[in-house]
């Protein structure tokens, strides 16, 4: 029950921050990729339209282990851009950066949920 009730809380935050992918946030977003592609809203769109996928296959039982391994590939993936806000102090919506070591701590606590409750349990 408990794993399920995590699983459900990462399927939302993945389907709210996948859309705001494609919201005016997008510009802030792009602003966070590492050069070459600084500023390509075609990759914010992607991760999106990832992110949105993943979420919805964390809810589908006979794809959720799949779901959740990509996820935290993704994961892993955007880090760099998450890293390089922080360094070059790129703002988000504003705000100034969350410091890097705050941004690694989140990255690890939901690949650690995504891992804990779907990964590591057994099927059936």
């Known amino acids: 029950m408990t794993r399920d009730v995590i699983r459900y809380g990462l399927v939302a935050l993945f389907l709210f ?3 705001t992918h494609f919201t ?3 510009h802030d977003f792009a602003a966070m990729i590492p050069p070459p592609f600084t500023g ?3 990759v914010i769109y992607l991760t999106g339209v990832l992110e949105i996928a993943g979420a919805i296959g964390l809810a589908i039982p006979r794809v959720r282990w799949q779901a959740a391994i ?3 590939l ?3 993936a955007l880090f760099p851009a998450n890293a390089y806000a922080a360094v070059n102090a ?3 919506r504003g705000s100034p950066p969350i ?3 705050l941004r690694g701590l ?3 606590m939901l690949l650690a949920a995504l891992w804990w409750s779907t990964v590591a349990r057994k099927p059936g």
């Open 17 to 19: 921050t996948g859309a």
């Open 106 to 108: 989140v990255q690890l």
């Open 90 to 92: 790129i703002q988000f």
């Open 99 to 101: 410091d890097i070591w």
């Open 24 to 26: 005016s946030m997008k």
């Open 70 to 72: 990509c996820l935290m």
């Open 74 to 76: 993704l994961l892993l």
């Open 40 to 42: 390509q809203l075609w």
